[in-house]
């Protein structure tokens, strides 16, 4: 089955910069496409940003286009996503997450993808 863990998550002021980690384990993740998701309190979880299996297209939500970046390290079985000028609003629990199916498969289809494997979630809280 495979486990997802996420780390990182903090308590950070306005403009800070966070770097999440998403570090598989019990299967190779490597050939699946990974996304980060969140869901802040009272909100749907939302997509935040998704990378195909080697990287080679990444999708973002406009909310954090421009500030996140997602990458991933095959060889460490880990997914990133770094965090840049950050914003209260910014202030979820963050998740990773692995498609079901490997399908090699990218740009649109990253927000969409049937996603299964999900993490446990880090918290990231952005004061003002």
């Known amino acids: 089955q495979g486990q997802l863990v996420e780390s990182g998550g903090g308590l950070v002021q306005a403009g800070s910069s966070l770097r999440l980690s998403c570090a598989a384990s019990?299967?190779?993740?490597?050939?699946?496409?990974m996304g980060w998701f969140r869901r802040a309190p009272r909100k749907e979880r939302e997509f935040v940003a998704g990378?195909?299996?080697?990287?080679?297209?990444?999708s973002y939500s406009d909310s954090v286009k421009g500030r996140f970046t997602i990458s991933r390290d095959n060889a460490k079985n880990t997914v990133y996503l770094q965090m840049n000028s950050l914003k209260p609003e910014d202030t979820a629990v963050y998740s990773c997450?692995?498609?079901?199916?490997?399908?090699?498969?990218?740009?649109?289809?990253?927000?969409?993808?049937?996603?299964?494997?999900w993490g446990q979630g880090t918290q990231v809280t952005v004061s003002s």
């Open positions: 990378i195909d299996w080697n990287g080679s297209t990444i």
């Open positions: 019990g299967r190779a993740f490597s050939a699946y496409a």
């Open positions: 997450a692995a498609e079901v199916v490997a399908s090699y498969r990218g740009g649109p289809y990253l927000e969409t993808a049937p996603y299964g494997s």
